[in-house]
């Protein structure tokens, strides 16, 4: 298949927003690896046996839950462990695991900034496809410029699933989306920005990137926390 090329994500430290007004929190980070672009309808075609209509351009309308059944059905074909175990809809990361996975939140904001401190790592013109551009669909991945991780289309062009909770303690199934996307003004493709959706709804300004990286942990890794999931359920 098309191989999905992984960037070497280093160690480091990322202060993140929360949810509703709650405090910033600083997390720090193991090194990992992260999708140099979001996957490719190429590549997702090719995994689950489709054709593929554009097959540079993003994979869009994809679920959260068909994202993760992708991360275990990339891991299959490579001979590695599957990250992901399932019970109907619920799913467990199993954070020891070094097969493909979705990044957290914290890995994500992490790797798109760069060692930036502003809203973007370059000029938006330049990193991102947005509203601005007067597109109608995703455009081919790469064709701006990377941030200093080498990694393209973190802003803009599609939003990326990630794998945490949106809120725990209000939306108990909502998954983060980040990075704002092709349909979106400005304000949406900013590295801070958040926003929530089911992980059954796909849309088609919506894709993913796939990371690796397995830790010496049991439901806990890299700025997420299952206790703390249910504790902040509980609220």
Avoid: K
């Amino acid at each position: 298949m098309s191989d999905v090329e992984l960037a070497r994500i280093p160690a480091g430290v990322i202060d993140l927003a929360a949810a509703r007004g709650r405090p910033r929190r600083r997390v720090a980070l193991d090194a990992f690896e992260l999708g140099v672009y979001p996957v490719t309808e190429e590549q997702l075609a090719e995994v689950i046996g489709e054709s593929a209509v554009h097959p540079r351009r993003p994979a869009v309308g994809v679920s959260w839950l068909r994202a993760i059944r992708f991360c275990n059905a990339l891991s299959e074909w490579e001979g590695l462990d599957a990250a992901y175990t399932f019970d109907g809809e619920d799913v467990t990361w199993h954070v020891d695991s070094d097969g493909y996975r979705l990044p957290t939140e914290a890995e994500w904001e992490y790797a798109c900034r760069a060692g930036s401190t502003g809203a973007h790592y370059g000029p938006l013109r330049e990193i991102a496809w947005t509203a601005a551009d007067g597109v109608s669909a995703p455009q081919e991945v790469g064709a701006r410029r990377p941030n200093l991780f080498g990694l393209f289309d973190t802003l803009g062009n599609v939003w990326e699933w990630c794998w945490d909770l949106f809120d725990p303690a209000q939306h108990r199934a909502v998954r983060v989306l980040r990075g704002g996307s092709f349909a979106d003004d400005a304000g949406s493709a900013r590295a801070a920005t958040r926003r929530g959706d089911a992980p059954r709804e796909g849309y088609p300004d919506v894709g993913f990137r796939v990371a690796r990286g397995g830790f010496d942990a049991v439901d806990a890794a890299q700025g997420w926390s299952a206790r703390e999931d249910r504790d902040r359920a509980l609220e």
